[in-house]
């Protein structure tokens, strides 16, 4: 890890600061030229440094951990002088032509490239582009909603849509059927995730893509991780999943009313799942032997729920922690639990 570090280095232009090491960028995005490469490349590096420092930490090689964390400020300062402009939005580099697309934001947001200052306006900027139509690189005006990301921005978008207060419209992005969307490709026929969001459309059937085009392909799939993260929210705690979160997110749309999953993790299988009818929301969880949870649950008052029928109060293996943020927080112990709430 500190030899791909110390490579970064010697691929740093001295007057830029950018490294000459970028490759594909945004592979296969809609809007990959607009994006370029060097935003992300930058984005991946101040991610690295973060890593990198937090681990030096972790093994108690103090001096490392200082010279890490100096190189991350550093590459982060580089970073959001190079890539954000004095309207507060991305913009390619050096030549400083405007960038303003999903990946843009989604990247910059969920690896921490962006500085404090920045960040609301980013987050703000990553709600305006995942809302409008879209411009992409052959000059064709996408649908309001589209997916215009992709190898790269796909994997960060619906997490950094959620992390940032938005669930509800990486649902929204989710759901949409419309060319270029996941859902686009399953109305096609799709039984499989596309290597190339445009693998088949009606517009221009296969696109001459015969030659560089997998039908069973991950990198359009990262979605499947907000989904068991963030939408049955299965979550790790701490390495292993000894300790674990739960904190499912029903769609605030209504659209979709239910979702069911799980994890096999090294202790046994975590089981989530929700449905929602009307106001009522009713979650179940499995949590493995040998292993504790944290549960937020969606409720309008703590009042409201009940786990498998009676008081909560009187359920075993479970623990009030606190009721904050429209959620009651709890301890659950192994076993498999049923609430009850309303939302």
């Known amino acids: 890890m500190a030899a791909y570090i110390s490579y970064l280095e010697t691929t740093l232009d001295k007057n830029s600061g950018l490294s000459s090491d970028t490759q594909l960028g945004d592979w296969l995005g809609p809007q990959n030229s607009l994006t370029g490469s060097a935003l992300l490349a930058t984005a991946y590096h101040v991610f690295d440094l973060e890593i990198m420092m937090k681990v030096a930490a972790i093994l108690g090689k103090e001096t490392d951990e ?13 970073f959001n002088r190079t890539f954000v402009n004095a309207d507060r939005k991305t913009i390619q580099g050096t030549n400083g032509k405007l960038v303003d697309t999903q990946t843009s934001y989604a990247v910059g947001l969920a690896l921490n490239a962006f500085n404090e200052e920045n960040i609301p306006f980013m987050v703000r900027n990553l709600d305006e582009t995942a809302k409008r139509g879209n411009i992409d690189d052959g000059g064709v005006l996408r649908p309001e909603w589209s997916l215009m990301t992709g190898f790269i921005g796909t994997a960060w978008i619906s997490k950094a849509l959620s992390d ?4 509800e419209l990486a649902y929204r992005l989710l759901q949409n059927n419309k060319y270029p969307s996941w859902l686009y490709a399953i109305d096609q026929g799709a039984t499989t995730i596309w290597e190339r969001l445009n693998g088949y459309t009606i517009e221009n059937c296969f696109g001459g893509n015969n030659s560089m085009n997998s039908f069973n392909h991950y990198s359009f799939g990262a979605v499947g991780q907000w989904m068991m993260a963030y939408s049955l929210g299965i979550q790790r705690d701490e390495p292993g999943f000894r300790k674990f979160v739960l904190q499912p997110e029903p769609d605030p749309s209504g659209m979709m009313t239910h979702a069911k999953g799980y994890y096999d993790s090294m202790y046994g299988r975590i089981i989530s799942g929700w449905r929602t009818e009307s106001n009522i929301f009713i979650y179940e969880a499995t949590v493995p032997a040998n292993t504790t949870a944290k549960l937020y649950l969606p409720a309008s008052s703590v009042k409201t729920i009940k786990e498998n029928g009676r008081s909560v109060k009187r359920s075993k293996g479970v623990t009030f922690l606190r009721y904050v943020g429209g959620k009651a927080v709890y301890e659950l112990k192994s076993g498999s639990y049923r609430f009850v709430s309303v939302i």
């Open 66 to 78: 200082q010279l890490y964390r100096k190189m991350y400020q550093e590459r982060k300062e580089v």
């Open 164 to 167: 940032n207060g938005y669930s």
